[in-house]
């Protein structure tokens, strides 16, 4: 995946061009190709933009973002089906009303027929702890669960790479480390949004967001001992 200038952030003020649009990413060239990349910053800083940039959820105002060749801007339905992307609140991506529903329309557009399709969520669900949820309510589940399914609903489609924009936001300790767990087994690259320092210090790669710019891109254990010592001062 290669990201070319489309990142950084803000922390606490504005930035604007010269004709006075904001800026909350500028002046980035990235090829992003390690299997767990963290991204960490201040409040603001753009790191949920940055994240939707690599799926094509917000495409760049300048300079492109590529994946496997395909330009997000223009190729931004391909570029989803490589891409998975979570977002911090389930709720928001939850939308049909059964657990096993919402796994099954993340299967419709792939054309397979209604037994397969079923077979695949069931053993998702199970792979989840959600297998003895099938026919719950979809909202009604705990916030942990509701994340599960979230996960499960994106990782159903066997996405290449899997970007999740801070999904432990509304977790308590118990389902964080869950989340993290199961985001150190999969086989899909990670990248990751997160304040919780912890699930990116042992990480191949973390970025820092600040002031618009990519202020530190290194291992995961240094980047940790900088951002604190920065947001230290």
């Keep these: 995946m290669e990201s070319r200038r489309a990142a950084a952030g803000l922390r606490g003020r504005p930035c604007a061009t010269a004709d006075g649009e904001r800026v909350v990413l500028r002046d980035v060239t990235l090829e992003l190709a390690q299997a767990r990349i963290g991204v960490i910053g201040a409040n603001g800083s753009g790191k949920s933009t940055f994240a939707r940039l690599l799926n094509g959820l917000v495409v760049p105002s300048s300079g492109t ?6 330009d997000t801007a223009r190729d ?10 979570v977002f911090s609140d389930p709720d928001a991506q939850i939308v049909m009303p059964t657990v096993l529903e919402d796994v099954e329309f993340s299967l419709r557009r792939k054309g397979i027929d209604k037994a ?16 003895d949820h099938l026919e719950h309510p979809a909202h009604l589940l705990s916030s ?3 994340q ?14 899997l970007v999740c924009d801070e999904p432990t936001t509304l977790l308590d300790l118990r389902h964080t480390r869950r989340v993290a767990e199961l985001l150190a087994t999969l086989a899909q690259q990670v990248i990751l949004v997160t304040h919780d320092l912890d699930l990116v210090a042992d990480w ?3 970025l820092v967001i600040d002031e618009a710019q990519v202020a530190f891109d290194g291992p995961g254990p ?3 001992v900088r951002y604190r010592q920065w947001m230290a001062t």
């Design 144 to 146: 942990g669960q509701k």
């Design 116 to 131: 397969l399709m079923r077979r695949q969520a069931e053993e998702v669900l199970r792979r989840f702890g959600l297998g």
């Design 222 to 224: 240094e980047a940790v």
């Design 76 to 85: 931004g339905a391909a570029v989803r089906r490589t891409v998975g992307f």
């Design 204 to 206: 191949d790669r973390v």
């Design 65 to 70: 973002v590529t994946v496997d060749g395909l």
């Design 148 to 161: 599960n399914l979230a996960l499960a609903s994106v990782l159903v489609t066997n996405p290449r790479v």
